[in-house]
């Protein structure tokens, strides 16, 4: 015959020297075991407890239990996951001492809470990571061009070359007043040419030199060449004498 009350207090001797510090006696069949992950988080610590009471047939008989928080705060989500983690593992034990396992499990729960936690804060500096260096490549790319954009901006930058050009050709004529010959003032404002028809009288006629026969100019031309070549002739017989 299986002596229950026996087994229940070797266990308890064990686990109390097992954890010297966590193992607390409340009496004889009932007792608790503070349990911390191994790596503990000191910026958000954690930590609960295994509340214990034997139960007569313990350990043929699951005993009664509870998980208490004593440090920190549990989420929800890890709270039930820690819960359905101990049960299974007392479950598995049945017929032999299974405090111990239980608290390994607790233990093994807590140590994934630090560790889901830490590669959520590296999921989430990698994703900054990742959004700064798009903003940063982005710099580079510029703006996607389109068909309409591009004619927006050539209109935009016709219009700027045509003023700048406007500018540069009053500031060009404002350096040149004053200096310019007739046929450049001319050639600039051909206006000029009309500017003394004010002054002639009655009776008198415009000149267009262009009218001018060719053949007629030539010929004056060609007597005028005659009379320096016989003035030359003359001169030269003259030195002679």
């Known amino acids: 015959m299986t002596d229950y ?42 930590g609960l407890s295994l509340h214990v009471t034997y139960t007569p047939q313990y350990p043929e008989e699951l005993p009664e239990y509870e998980i208490e928080t004593i440090q920190g705060n549990i989420p929800d989500t890890y709270y039930k996951k820690i819960k359905e983690a101990v049960k299974s593992a007392a479950e598995e034990s049945l017929g032999m001492a299974m405090i111990f396992g239980m608290v390994m499990c ?15 804060e590296e999921e989430i500096e990698n994703e900054k990571k990742r959004k700064i260096e798009e903003a940063e490549q982005a710099k580079f790319h510029g703006t996607k061009v389109t068909i309409e954009s591009f004619l927006d901006w050539k209109k ?11 500018m540069l050709k009053a500031q060009r004529v404002k350096e040149l007043k004053g200096k310019l010959t007739g ?9 000029l040419a009309l500017s003394d028809v004010k002054y002639m ?18 010929g004056a031309l060609d007597e005028n060449q005659k009379e320096d070549d016989e ?10 004498e």
């Open 5 to 46: 009350a026996e087994e229940q207090a070797n266990e308890i001797e064990a686990l109390a020297s097992i954890y010297p510090e966590e193992f607390e006696a409340i009496s004889e069949k009932e007792f608790r075991i503070a349990v911390y992950p191994e790596e503990q988080d000191e910026e958000n610590p954690r």
């Open 106 to 120: 607790m233990k093994e729960e807590l140590d994934n809470i630090k560790l889901d936690a830490k590669r959520i």
């Open 156 to 166: 935009k930058f016709d219009a700027e070359m045509f003023e700048k050009d406007e």
């Open 183 to 191: 046929r450049q003032l001319f050639e600039q404002d051909r206006t």
């Open 201 to 218: 009288d009655e009776g008198d006629v415009s000149v267009d030199v262009s009218q001018f026969d060719k053949e007629e100019r030539g």
């Open 231 to 240: 003035n030359a002739v003359w001169k030269q017989f003259d030195k002679e």
